[in-house]
């Protein structure tokens, strides 16, 4: 069975852009949710999409926005960057709608310039 | 709101020694406590979990974890310390009050392990 496959991995952007990172869950899992993980503020949540239906949503400016797909496909988007938003951000997906135990990507790691 | 504390962020131990990572968590209810390792440039993978049923967890790898309620404590230990145990470690903390899959993390372990 596939992992959880996050695009892009690595990827450079200047303050101001807008990014939009991919997650593709372990197949059979409806459950999404999204992390970022840096080295002052450790991993914090973001957002849990079930079913196409954003379930939590952690405490992010509005620039953070994501969505999921009837695919369970996720993407998630950082509009007008800033510094502070360099990071790792991993998905992770779930089976259920709270189990818990997640299974998590590799991470898209972000660094903005 | 919860909240988990891990103590030590970084812990050092030699090969076969035992490996003993604290999390203390807050949660106005019964929670469920995960522990999470990620290994270098990977994601997390998931230990062990409580979810209120046995209080020693047994995980993957040989770890395990207690969960001991009047000390609000979830300790990960390990009798004996491999070298291909070095990585960070992460206790969560979820509700389970059907909250879906949001954890909170504590500040994370990073183990390290000398021949």
């Known amino acids: 069975k596939a992992g959880v496959t996050q695009t892009p991995r690595y990827l450079i952007k200047t303050r101001g852009q807008q990014v939009t990172l991919s997650c593709s869950p372990i197949?059979?899992?409806?459950?999404v949710s999204w992390y970022q993980q840096t080295p002052g503020q450790g991993l914090q949540f973001l957002f849990e999409?079930?079913?196409?239906?954003?379930?939590n949503k952690g405490n992010f400016p509005g620039r953070f926005s994501g969505r999921q797909f009837s695919n369970s496909r996720s993407e998630m988007n950082v509009s007008t960057l800033e510094l502070g938003d360099s990071a790792l951000y991993l998905c992770?997906?779930?089976?259920?709608?709270?189990?818990?135990?997640?299974?998590f990507g590799e991470g898209s790691r972000l660094t903005v310039l | 709101a919860q909240s988990v504390t891990q103590l030590g962020s970084h812990v050092s131990v030699s090969e076969g020694a035992l490996v003993l990572l604290r999390c203390n968590y807050s949660?106005?209810?019964?929670?469920?406590l995960f522990w999470y390792v990620q290994y270098p440039n990977q994601g997390l993978q998931l230990l062990l979990k409580?979810?209120?049923?046995?209080?020693l967890v047994k995980g993957i790898n040989g770890f395990e974890a207690e969960f001991k309620k009047s000390e609000t404590s979830f300790h990960l230990t390990k009798p004996s310390a491999h070298m291909s145990d070095a990585a960070e470690y992460f206790c969560?903390?979820?509700?389970?009050?059907?909250?879906?899959?949001?954890?909170?993390f504590g500040g994370g372990t990073r183990l390290m392990v000398k021949p």
């Open positions: 992770a997906s779930a089976q259920g709608r709270a189990t818990g135990e997640l299974f």
């Open positions: 999409y079930f079913s196409e239906t954003q379930r």
């Open positions: 197949s059979g899992h409806r459950s």
């Open positions: 409580y979810t209120s049923a046995a209080t």
């Open positions: 969560a903390v979820s509700p389970n009050n059907n909250a879906g899959n949001m954890l909170t």
């Open positions: 949660s106005s209810v019964p929670p469920y």
